[in-house]
C-alpha cells in the first residue's frame, strides 16, 4: 500500500478514535495564513474593500480643485506656447495634466471606492505633478540672471538647468518607479515601491531647498548692487525689462510659489511615513490645506505674473557645453574684484 493510502487511513483512525486535537489545526491554519499574507502587499489585501478607509473624497471639493486645474492648464498651453515660452509651458502642461488626472480620480472613487485603479490614478497623478511644476521654475532663475547680471548669481545661467532639471528628473523617475511598484500586485513590490517613491519625494525637497538658497542669495546680490549703484551695472541689453513694475515684483512671487510647493512636499513625505491609511493619507482636510490649497496658490501666482508677462519671450539661455563651462573662473574673478571695490567704498 502506498504512502497516500496510510496517510489517509491513519487520518480516518485518529478521528474514528477521537485523537486529533483541534488546537494543532488552529495553529497550523494561523501559520498557513501568516506565511500567505507575509507575501501579498497591503494594497493588494484590500482589493474589493474600499481605500482611504472608506473615507469618501469630496465630490464638490474636489471638482473646485479640478475646474481650477483645467482653467491653468488651459491657459499654460496656450499663453506659453503663443509667447514663446516652451520649456515652461511644456513642463506646466503636463504637470497640470496630472493634477487633473489626479484630482479627477478622486472624484470617481468617490462613487467606486474598492477601485485600485481609481486610487492609483489619484495617487500617482497628484504625486508627481510638482516636479514638472518646478522644472519650469528652475529654469526662470536661469532667465531672470540673465535679464539682471549673471555675475550676482552662484551659478552661470545655464548650470542652473542642468543641476536642477538634472535632479528633477531623477526626482520624477524615482517617484514614477515606486508609484508603479507600490499599486502592483506582485510579492513585496508594494514596500519596495513606497520606498523608492520616498526617496523621489527626498530628492525633490532637497533639491528645491538648495534652488531656494541659490534663489534668495541672488535676490539679496540684486538688492543690495541696486542700492548701491542703481541699474548701472546690470545687463543693458534687459534695461527696459528690468524697469516693469510687474518684473520687479516677479522674484518674490516665485519664492511665494516655490515656498507653497516646498510645503506641499514636505507634507507629501509625512504622509508616505506614516502609510497610505494614516490620518495624514485620509483626512481630507489635511489633503485639502497642504496639497491642494498649496498647488493651487503656487499656480495661481505664475497664472497672474507669467514669466512671459513678467519679461517678455525674448530672453534666451545658451546650453551649449562650452557655454556652460567657459569663462566660469573669468566671471568669479569679475565678481570677486566688483566686491572688493564696494569694500574699498
Not at 469630496?58 to 496656450?78: K, P, Q, R, T, Y
Not at 506582485?186 to 526617496?199: C, E, F, V
Amino acid at each position: 500500500m502506498d504512502a497516500g493510502k496510510d496517510s489517509t487511513l491513519l487520518l480516518a483512525h485518529k478521528i474514528a478514535g477521537k485523537q486529533i486535537v483541534a488546537s494543532e489545526l488552529i495553529c497550523d491554519g494561523i501559520d498557513y495564513f501568516k506565511r500567505i499574507s507575509a507575501e501579498v502587499p497591503e494594497l493588494v489585501k484590500r482589493e474589493g474593500h474600499e481605500y482611504l478607509k472608506g473615507k469618501k473624497p469630496s465630490v464638490a471639493g474636489n471638482a473646485v480643485f479640478l475646474g481650477l486645474m483645467s482653467f491653468f492648464l488651459l491657459f499654460h498651453l496656450i499663453y506659453g506656447f503663443y509667447n514663446k515660452h516652451r520649456w515652461f509651458a511644456v513642463s506646466w502642461t503636463i504637470g497640470l495634466a496630472l493634477e487633473f488626472v489626479g484630482y479627477l480620480g478622486r472624484i470617481l472613487l468617490h462613487g467606486q471606492m474598492s477601485s485600485f485603479n481609481y486610487y492609483v490614478m489619484q495617487m500617482v497623478g497628484l504625486t508627481i505633478a510638482p516636479c514638472f511644476l518646478m522644472a519650469g521654475i528652475y529654469y526662470l532663475l536661469a532667465q531672470v540672471t540673465t535679464v539682471v547680471s549673471p555675475r550676482l548669481s552662484l551659478l552661470r545661467p545655464n548650470q542652473y538647468t542642468f543641476v536642477f532639471i538634472g535632479c528633477d528628473v531623477l526626482a520624477i523617475l524615482l517617484q514614477s518607479a515606486g508609484g508603479g511598484l507600490s499599486s502592483s500586485n506582485a510579492g513585496n513590490s508594494y514596500q519596495t515601491g513606497k520606498s523608492i517613491l520616498i526617496a523621489g519625494l527626498i530628492v525633490q525637497v532637497v533639491s528645491m531647498f538648495f534652488f531656494q538658497l541659490c534663489w534668495y542669495s541672488f535676490i539679496f546680490r540684486w538688492r543690495r548692487e541696486h542700492n548701491r549703484h542703481g541699474d548701472a551695472h546690470f545687463v543693458p541689453e534687459y534695461a527696459a525689462v528690468r524697469q516693469r513694475n510687474i518684473f520687479t515684483i516677479f522674484p518674490y512671487l516665485v519664492s511665494i510659489a516655490v515656498l507653497l510647493i516646498f510645503i506641499r512636499s514636505i507634507y507629501r513625505i509625512a504622509e508616505l511615513f506614516d502609510g497610505f491609511d494614516s490620518n495624514l493619507a485620509t483626512n481630507e482636510t489635511i489633503f485639502f490645506i497642504f496639497e491642494s490649497a498649496m498647488m493651487t496658490g503656487a499656480c495661481l501666482i505664475l497664472t497672474i505674473d507669467h514669466p512671459a508677462t513678467a519679461y517678455g519671450g525674448l530672453v534666451k539661455i545658451d546650453h551649449s557645453m562650452k557655454a556652460v563651462f567657459s569663462m566660469a573662473n573669468q566671471e568669479a574673478d569679475l565678481l570677486r574684484k566688483e566686491e572688493s571695490e564696494i569694500r574699498i567704498l
